[in-house]
């Protein structure tokens, strides 16, 4: 992997990375050097057999403060700051159709989420507010410290607040009504009342946070390589299932493409031998 610069990317024990957002001196708020390098990770994992879990987190003390504004009125100025010009879209003079091509971008992260084959856990302390709360929506699984905090901060801001798929992801969570309170008002959403509501797995100490999203993993890891990535292509499109029938069939395919490969014959043989299957790697 590449060295980034906005971004820190690590890989742990077999099977297992993390993703942290790495700009911790300003609470890891999203620039476009960050989103840019997230796409490029992206894509470099949606082919990496090797990785089969991925953790995403912040640096210090927060997961993200949201899109960073010095930033944003900076790059919406007439003439575009020099360091931006290597962005395709940058180089557009009409800064209207340069703001379309960059919130397009942003919100392609959250379909990148989802369309990588890992599975997604994001481990969240601090504020995760803004951009950073619609991107811990798109994870597969939310793990929260003590002190994390979410809020739907863009409608402080004299814009829409609907953004990056908070309505498409917060009401699937939680439910239409409560969604659309915490939408509507802006207010902050502690772990407490987020673990209460489902928005959060589980609240454990900020110490222990990174342990916990770890051994999690490890749960995840030890699963067939392919069944996991079928199980998580599978949610996605039955999450919009039109009716019973066609998630039976998505999961009756998953499971026929499954069946053909060694893993259940490995994992029914560990099962009467009482031990972990080992299943390779790819």
């Known amino acids: ?16 990375s993390i993703v942290s957002l790495n700009r911790p001196e300003k609470l890891n708020a999203f620039t476009i050097q960050m989103i840019e390098e997230l796409h490029d990770l992206f894509n470099k994992l949606e082919w990496d057999l090797d990785v ?7 640096e210090g003390r927060a997961f993200s403060a949201g899109t960073d504004l010095n930033e944003s009125t900076r790059i919406n100025m007439p003439e575009v700051p020099e360091e931006y010009r290597d962005i395709k879209y940058m180089d557009i ?15 392609q992260l959250v379909l990148r ?23 811990s929506l798109a994870a597969d699984i939310r793990i929260a410290g003590e002190s994390a ?9 004299g814009l829409s607040g609907v953004d990056i798929g908070n309505s498409y992801f917060l009401p699937r969570l939680i439910g239409l009504s409560r969604a659309a309170e915490i939408i509507y008002t802006a207010r902050f959403v502690d772990a407490q009342e987020a673990e209460r509501i489902g928005l959060v797995s589980r609240v454990v100490p900020d110490e222990k946070l990174m342990d916990e999203a770890i051994a999690l993993a490890k749960v995840l890891v030890a699963k067939s390589p392919l069944g996991l990535r079928l199980t998580k292509s599978s949610i ?3 999450i919009n299932a039109p009716n019973l029938e066609s ?9 026929a493409l499954c069946m053909n490969t060694t893993d259940p014959r490995e994992g029914i043989t560990a ?5 972990d299957p080992k299943y390779p790697r790819r």
Do not use: W
């Open 271 to 275: 099962f009467f031998e009482k031990r």
């Open 236 to 238: 996605n499109v039955n």
């Open 247 to 255: 998630a039976l069939a998505i999961e009756n395919r998953t499971q």
């Open 1 to 16: 992997m590449k060295n980034y610069k906005a971004i820190k990317y690590q890989e742990l024990e077999e099977g297992i």
């Open 113 to 135: 989420l989802r369309e990588i084959p890992q599975p997604i856990i994001a481990a969240i302390k601090g504020p995760a507010v803004g951009m950073a709360f619609a991107i």
């Open 52 to 58: 089969r879990v991925l953790i995403l987190t912040g």
């Open 93 to 107: 003079p009409e800064i209207s159709k340069r703001q379309y091509y960059g919130q397009k971008r942003a919100s």
């Open 149 to 157: 905090r979410f809020r739907n901060s863009v409608f402080l801001l």
